[in-house]
């Protein structure tokens, strides 16, 4: 490494931070944790547009993170009331408490 | 310059990562989460993307944590239990780790591009609030209107998933 910073540098620190992100997903059993592990795959991907955009000269990767920043707000949104919801009835919010529909 | 910020800053981002995933007190990973975000809107100023930095704080720093704390603080979690430890599990994140350490410089330098340097002030796209709101407002207006919409689908909806049904 070492050197100039390039849009490669970028691109492997998304890769990095989406993989946390993910093992932060398949490993954890809070719910609460698996949807801030969420907020970090998402972060990841907003970074790597960004980047890829500023290297590129285009514009439009910008507004594409604006609005995944505003669906990402929503989707916390209800999310979390789901997990209230769910909360009430169970009184966990342990991913695999959650089998009732399972087969 | 550029390479102090980014070496500071994809460390600060990393760490702050792996602690979201790693604790298991959810308030520790709450705050750390808010860590994370903060690093990232920093490194949206090392690409000149500076509403993008803003709204990123206000946003998801400001308004998604604080929504986030409210639920900890609400549900009253408790730290997790270890769940059981399973090999297949363990060996599979391994493996994915290994394969990612190789191949994340690989993938990377073979996008077109990639090997462009980052110089600060030579943006060609200045990501101000003028140009992104000139932007939003022509090209992708009609998005722009549905994102309103479906803001107020979900807040109907949160107000319908969390009401309790005893007056109906």
Request: with cysteine; glycine share 8%; charged share 10%.
């Amino acid at each position: 490494m070492g050197g100039e910073i390039t849009l490669g540098h970028y691109l492997v620190l998304s890769g990095a931070l989406f993989l946390i992100g993910l093992a932060g997903v398949v490993l954890r059993r809070s719910l609460l944790v698996v949807m801030m592990s969420l907020e970090l795959l998402l972060n990841a991907a907003n970074l790597a547009l960004v980047a890829v955009g500023r290297f590129q000269g285009i514009p439009d990767p910008q507004v594409a993170v604006f609005f995944v920043i505003t669906v990402a707000a929503a989707e916390a949104a209800l999310g979390l009331a789901i997990l209230v919801a769910i909360f009430r009835i169970k009184k966990t919010t342990a991913a695999d408490q959650m089998a009732s529909l399972r087969f | 310059m550029e390479q102090i910020f980014f070496w500071m800053l994809a460390a600060g981002l990393l760490i702050s990562a792996v602690t979201v995933v790693a604790v298991r007190n959810p308030v520790t990973n709450a705050v750390c989460l808010v860590s994370a975000l903060v690093f990232q809107a920093a490194l949206f100023i090392t690409l000149e993307a500076t509403f993008l930095a803003a709204v990123q704080v206000i946003v998801y720093a400001g308004a998604v944590m604080v929504l986030f704390l409210f639920v900890i603080m609400l549900l009253d979690v408790r730290v997790e239990v270890l769940g059981k430890f399973s090999w297949p599990k363990i060996a599979g994140v391994g493996l994915v780790l290994v394969l990612a350490l190789v191949g994340l410089p690989k993938l990377s330098s073979a996008f077109p591009f990639a090997g462009e340097v980052l110089h600060w002030g030579r943006a060609k796209v200045p990501g101000t609030a003028q140009d992104l709101g000139h932007l939003l407002f022509s090209a992708y207006g009609p998005l722009f209107l549905t994102t309103g919409v479906l803001l107020l689908v979900a807040t109907v909806g949160v107000v319908v998933l969390c009401r309790r049904d005893t007056e109906a």
